[in-house]
Nanobody, 125 residues
Framework: QVQLVESGGGMVQTGGSLRLSCTAS????????LAWFRQAPGKEREFVAT????????WYRDSVKGRFTVSRDNTKNTVYLQMNSLRPEDTAVYYC??????????????????WGQGTQVTVSS
């Protein structure tokens, strides 16, 4: 019953845009904060962005600030990640995560208990 499903990945040229979606089960969407992580081949999974379950506070890793925007649509139980000005270094599998992190862990994997299967984003040079 509690699940996350990512979509919207694909291949785009440098400078292009993609919008990722994370559709959550009703339980997950109503109970958890949602966040985006990514993992490139051979590298550690890293935090990308998150949006508070209530309110409008957002957090982004430094390398995506000004390019990525996280938002939500409560009528669809969906959180989005709008990615503009994409670069090859953005190439990764992007994961949606859900949990109730404390402030100090909301940018870490340990702050989240539920994960989607991921969606591939490839940015060509």
């Amino acid at each position: 019953q509690v699940q996350l499903v990512e979509s919207g990945g694909g291949m785009v040229q440098t400078g292009g845009s993609l919008r990722l979606s994370c559709t959550a089960s009703k339980e997950a969407y109503s109970s958890y904060q949602l966040a985006w992580f990514r993992q490139a081949p051979g590298k550690e999974r890293e935090f990308v962005a998150t949006l508070k379950r209530t309110g409008t506070n957002t957090w982004y890793r430094d390398s995506v600030k000004g390019r990525f925007t996280v938002s939500r649509d409560n009528t669809k139980n969906t959180v989005y990640l709008q990615m503009n000005s994409l670069r090859p270094e953005d190439t990764a599998v992007y994961y949606c995560a859900a949990g109730n992190p404390i402030l100090s862990s909301q940018r870490t994997e340990g702050g989240y208990r539920l994960w989607g299967q991921g969606t591939q984003v490839t940015v060509s040079s």
